[in-house]
């Protein structure tokens, strides 16, 4: 099959560091060519990729930034439209970019959303588009706007090999691993490890736009003895973090679309504790690969509790339920139902 997979320019595919959507994004490109597709991906120039890369601009935004961020994605609109008759189904990850100018060319296309629906724009948005094809990246995430034109809810997938567990026995302190910013909840984390007397590793990114509340909320509990500021990390550094943890701590305050460190703490064999928010409850598996717990009473008695899993259990549920290949699978499944539909 011929398919074009377009991706976000604010980070390249994979990203260099942080970066979720451009991360999954590389991990279905790589699948789908696994699994001898003839993929073309439209990213950054920066992309490192097995597929065909057409590189609508030269650098990921985030590194260089440019003035008007929107010029750059209204070129790629416009490189895919004047490419998609070569493409069987176009892949988007670009939120409602497409919609308008692609309703209209007959090419089938779906997008998958990968962040939060609940913004009151976003609602306006999608009501001049009900029928577009749009992927939820989990049954939660759709809440907000149920109604829409859902074509499928694929739950991400990694590499099986990408992160595997590699414990050297120092397994003496809790994990806390992605952004720090109110929703992600770190002093959350500090106080669970506090209460255990256990160290905490927190290995996040401060983005500018959270630099304010880090400065007036978190930074002052860094320096408390237990809590260990390592800083932004690569998925090399990722395995060894995340496999020497007691367990990765996931105390979130909003509704997760998806949450992929859980699977990458998975992938080590690291059990998670997490609230019960967002996504939580269809990627972990209570008392299997982890905890979910509803307050601070609860996480801490799941901490004090976390050896009861079975490590090898926890990679044993990731290979059955969180690989790339089958995300690929679920993917292929909804491409030949919107080729099939678009021939009638």
Known sequence: MRIAQIAPLFEAVPPKLYGGTE???HWITEALVEQG???TLFASGDSVTSAKLDAVWPQALRLAPVTDWIATYVLMVERVAQRAHEFDVLHFHIDYWPNSVFTRLGIPFVTTLHGRLDLPEFKVVYSKFPTVPIVSISDNQR???PDLGWAGTVHHGMPANLLTPQPTGADKYFAFLGRISPEKRVDRAIE?????QTELRVAAKIDRADDE???REIKHLFELPHVNYIGEINDAQKVGFLSDARALLLPIDWEEPFGLVMIEAMACGTPVIAYRRGSVSE???DGITGFIVDDMAGAIAAAKKIDTIDRAGVRKRFEQRFTNLRMADDYMAIYQKLIAANRK
């Open 143 to 145: 809440k907000p706007v």
């Open 23 to 25: 991360r999954v994004v």
């Open 192 to 196: 669970i490890a506090g209460a255990c």
């Open 283 to 285: 990627v972990i598996e």
């Open 37 to 39: 597709h003839d993929v």
């Open 213 to 215: 509340y880090f400065a």
